[in-house]
């Protein structure tokens, strides 16, 4: 599966837009990219995940590159319980099993 | 029982002691999955299971043992405890390959 590059950390204020960015410059033709996040303490939530084309769910927008190099996570208004770390996730579809390779992910704080 | 639970939340383990750390889910998943996190290394799996009567190896599987006797419930086990196996537990499940993760609330194990 291809490496993704992500931010350490991010801060947003609360009701505001939050783009975490991913970069995933090796990504072959039938992986997909999927966003998780982690709250403190609990475990990973899936947000969503796309292949070539934009996303929208009820919790994020997820924007990919045409070349699909780079993606973008929208959260569109931020909130307090939005805090978390997400983690920007490639995985190659038809794979045996649903591995999933969790890097450090983003810290995205947001504040008041 | 809603979605994914795991049993105990928490345990303090003598080093050499077995130990099962439980995972049920009510979602008749085909698939599920245990990792472990530690601090500076992410979430890495240790096995998987396909379907019920099938398992296999993730990326870190020495030490651990798995059985899949039924759709719901996906046992981990530590024959022999060690130190580094002091952990946070995540077990997941998903309904096909290639769909969402859905992760249960962890267990915390500290081997001494």
């Known amino acids: 599966d291809a490496k993704t590059t992500q931010p350490p950390s991010m801060d947003c204020a609360e009701g505001r837009a939050a783009n975490l960015p991913c970069n995933h410059s090796?990504?072959?033709?039938?992986?997909?990219v999927y966003w998780y996040r982690q709250i403190h303490s609990q475990g990973p939530q899936y947000i969503i995940h796309?292949?070539?084309n934009n996303e929208t769910n009820e919790m994020a927008s997820l924007i990919i590159t045409e070349d699909r190099k780079s993606s973008t996570l929208i959260l569109p208004h931020a909130t307090l319980r939005d805090t978390a770390v997400y983690y920007c996730?490639?995985?190659?579809?038809?794979?045996?099993?649903?591995?999933?390779?969790f890097g450090q992910g983003t810290i995205l704080t947001v504040h008041p | 029982i809603a979605g994914i639970t795991q049993a105990p939340t928490s345990q303090i383990l003598a080093a050499g002691r077995r130990m099962t750390l439980r995972c049920t889910q009510d979602?008749?998943?085909?698939?599920m999955y245990w990792y472990r996190q530690d601090l500076g290394l992410g979430l890495r799996l240790i096995h998987y299971?396909?379907?019920?009567?099938?398992?296999g190896k993730g990326e870190v599987p020495d030490g651990y043992s798995v059985s899949r006797a039924n759709t719901d419930d996906f046992p981990l086990t530590l024959a022999s405890a060690v130190p580094s196996q002091t952990s946070v537990y995540f077990c997941?499940?998903?309904?096909?390959?290639?769909?969402?993760?859905?992760f249960g609330p962890g267990t915390r194990l500290t081997v001494l």
């Open positions: 997941a499940s998903s309904g096909e390959l290639g769909n969402e993760q859905f």
């Open positions: 996730i490639v995985r190659a579809g038809g794979t045996s099993y649903g591995k999933l390779t």
């Open positions: 796309g292949l070539k």
């Open positions: 090796t990504i072959s033709g039938n992986e997909y």
């Open positions: 979602m008749r998943h085909n698939a």
């Open positions: 299971s396909n379907t019920a009567g099938t398992t």
